[in-house]
C-alpha cells in the first residue's frame, strides 16, 4: 500500500469560504502541483516579499519554499525553510512530505528522523488535524517496520493510531498484518473485522474484508472463508452499484451542488466532519475526502472538479471490481481445498453400501 504525500486538506473549504490567500502564493501552488518546481521557485522568490503577507501567508509561503527545494532533491535547504515555519501543523506537513521523499530514495534512518519530527511537531498543535497528522506518522512508521519484517515494532506503532482518525481503517487492516506476522492470527482476525464498519472508500477497508478470507483459510476454517467471501461479493457489487449511482448524481447535479446539499443547512464543512462520525455515514463525504487525499484539488472551477473528481471516481471503480476478481479466486481457492480434503478422507465402513 503506498504511501501518498499529504495534501492541505484547508483547500477543501475553498468550496463554501473564498480564499484569502495571495494570487502568487495560489499560481505557486499550482505551479508545484503541475511538477514545475521552477515556475514555482520564480514566483516565490521574486513576487511575495515576506513582510508583505500575513503570518498564515508566510507559513505558506515557506512551506511552498520547502516543497520547491525538496522537487530539486535539495533536502537541507527544505528542511531551513519549515524550521521558519511558525505554526507547527504547517511544519508537521512539510517533515512529512520530506519523509516520503526520504523513503522513495531507501534513505530509512532520514525517513525514521523525519517522521519523529512530524509527531513532535504536530503533537503539539493541540487540534484534531495535529492529531490526524500524528496518526498519518504512525502509519508510516508501520509500513516502514513491516517492510524491514520487525512485526513487533509494527505492531507497537499501529496500535497508537487514533480510532477518531480517518485513517483508523488502513491502520487496523496494517496492525492486523503485523499481529499475523506476530503468530496472533486470532487476534488479526478480530482487528480485520473491526473495519468493516468503516466506508468502502476509506483505505484498508476491502483489503481487510479479504485479509479475513486469507486468515480463516490460514486457520483451517473453510466454512467461515466461505461465508466471509460470500459476503464480500454481495458487498463488492453492492459498493460498485453504488458507485455507478453517485457518478449519476455527480453528472446531473455536480459535485459542489451535491456536498452542499450533504452538510444539510451547515455552513462549516470542518466542523461537520468533526460531528458524531458525519464522514462515516456520508459516502459522498468519503469518497470526497479521498479525491482530496489522492491530489484533487476542490477549489477549481466546477466543471474542472465534475471531471476530476469523475475520473477519480472511474479509477476507484476498477480498483473495486479488482478485489471483486480477487474475492471470486479465494473463493475457488476454498473450493478446492474443501474438495481435496474430502478426497482424502478414508473410505468409513459401510460408505459405499
Known amino acids: 500500500m503506498a504511501i501518498r504525500l499529504i495534501t492541505v486538506f484547508v483547500l ?22 503541475q511538477d514545475t518546481p521552477e515556475r514555482a521557485e520564480s514566483i516565490l522568490s521574486e513576487n511575495i516579499p515576506p513582510d508583505s503577507v500575513s503570518d498564515e501567508e508566510r507559513d505558506e509561503l515557506f512551506f511552498l519554499l520547502a516543497e520547491t527545494a525538496r522537487h530539486y532533491e ?36 532520514r525517513t525514521r528522523v523525519a517522521l519523529r519530527v512530524v509527531r513532535s511537531l504536530a503533537g ?51 496492525l492486523g498484518i503485523a499481529r499475523a506476522r506476530n503468530g496472533s492470527l486470532h487476534r488479526a482476525l478480530q482487528t480485520w473485522q473491526r473495519v468493516e464498519r468503516f466506508p468502502v472508500a476509506w483505505p484498508g477497508v476491502v483489503e481487510a474484508r479479504l485479509a479475513r478470507v486469507w486468515g480463516y483459510i490460514e486457520s483451517g476454517h473453510h466454512g467461515e472463508a466461505l ?16 458507485l455507478d449511482g453517485l457518478r449519476e448524481q455527480v453528472r446531473e447535479h455536480g459535485l459542489a451542488r451535491l456536498i452542499r446539499s450533504e452538510l444539510q443547512g451547515d455552513q462549516d464543512l470542518v466542523e461537520f466532519l468533526r460531528g458524531s462520525r458525519n464522514h462515516t455515514r456520508s459516502p459522498l463525504i468519503a469518497w470526497v475526502l479521498e479525491y482530496v487525499a489522492d491530489g484533487g484539488d476542490p477549489s477549481v472551477e466546477p466543471a474542472k472538479l465534475d471531471s476530476g473528481f469523475l475520473g477519480f471516481l472511474a479509477d476507484e471503480r476498477e480498483r473495486l471490481a479488482g478485489f471483486r476478481d480477487r474475492n471470486l479466486r479465494q473463493q475457488a481457492l476454498v473450493y478446492e481445498q474443501v ?8 473410505v468409513q465402513r459401510g460408505g459405499w453400501e
Open 124 to 174: 503539539g498543535d493541540g487540534s484534531l488535524r495535529g492529531a490526524d497528522l500524528v496518526s498519518r506518522a504512525h502509519i508510516a512508521e508501520g509500513l516502514l517496520a513491516l517492510r524491514e519484517d520487525d512485526s513487533p515494532r509494527a505492531e507497537q506503532v499501529l496500535s497508537r493510531v487514533r480510532t477518531d482518525s480517518t485513517l483508523v481503517s488502513e491502520g487496523l487492516y496494517l
Open 74 to 109: 535539495h533536502f537541507s535547504e527544505a528542511g531551513n525553510q519549515l524550521n521558519r515555519i511558525s505554526d507547527p501543523f504547517w511544519g508537521g506537513m512539510g517533515y512529512y512530505n520530506l519523509a516520503m521523499a526520504y523513503l522513495e530514495r531507501e534513505s530509512l534512518s
Open 339 to 346: 474438495a481435496l480434503r474430502q478426497t482424502e478422507r478414508p
Open 12 to 33: 477543501f473549504c475553498a468550496l463554501f469560504v473564498p480564499s484569502a490567500l495571495a494570487s502568487s502564493l495560489d499560481r505557486a501552488r499550482e505551479a508545484l502541483d
Open 227 to 242: 461465508t466471509t467471501a460470500e459476503r464480500n461479493r454481495a458487498y463488492l457489487e453492492r459498493s460498485i452499484e453504488r
